[in-house]
């Protein structure tokens, strides 16, 4: 996340394409088609391919990283998508309210190591999301413009949520890969 958004573009991302964030492109962006299958789709081979599911492999790849806006936009786009659109904030709170709160935290934390991580906040999904479906190419396109809106770089994380989303769907679009 070193680059500026003014050196950076972002170009043609679509989940029906192979996408993948592990091609670099000149402003330091991670987005593009690539052949090589994703590090996400690779935690979510033998696995359900649903929505929560997907939410888990992200916890798998990159959980150690301090949870960031970016994680909280997709992370609502995801539950709030397989809940069926209901009002997530009920019953206490879902998962976004819990990756909401650890990011105010985070801000007020100095120490990396002391900060709340994803796969801390991830670890909530089983109690809070009690609904779940399989992904879409519409929620996978919907979790990556949701983390794509909410980066300061207009940057998907590699293994993160919304690449991990879009995995998922192209392992429901096609289960050979």
Sequence with gaps: MGSSK???SVTNISVEEHFSVSQSSPGGQFVGP??????AAEALIGRSTTLTEALK???MNVGHKPVETTDVAAIKEV?????????????G???TAVASKA????KTIGKESE?????????EIDVKVTRDREVTSEDADAVVQAELNHSPFNNIIPGGVAESVAAAYKLNHDPSL
């Design 115 to 123: 900060k709340t991580n994803l796969r801390d906040v991830i670890a």
């Design 103 to 106: 990011v105010a935290r985070n």
């Design 6 to 8: 003014d050196d950076a």
């Design 93 to 95: 709170g879902g998962v």
């Design 34 to 39: 690539t052949e090589e299958i994703s590090t």
């Design 79 to 91: 539950e709030t998508r397989a809940i069926g659109g209901d009002d997530i904030e009920g019953a």
């Design 57 to 59: 492999a992200a916890a």
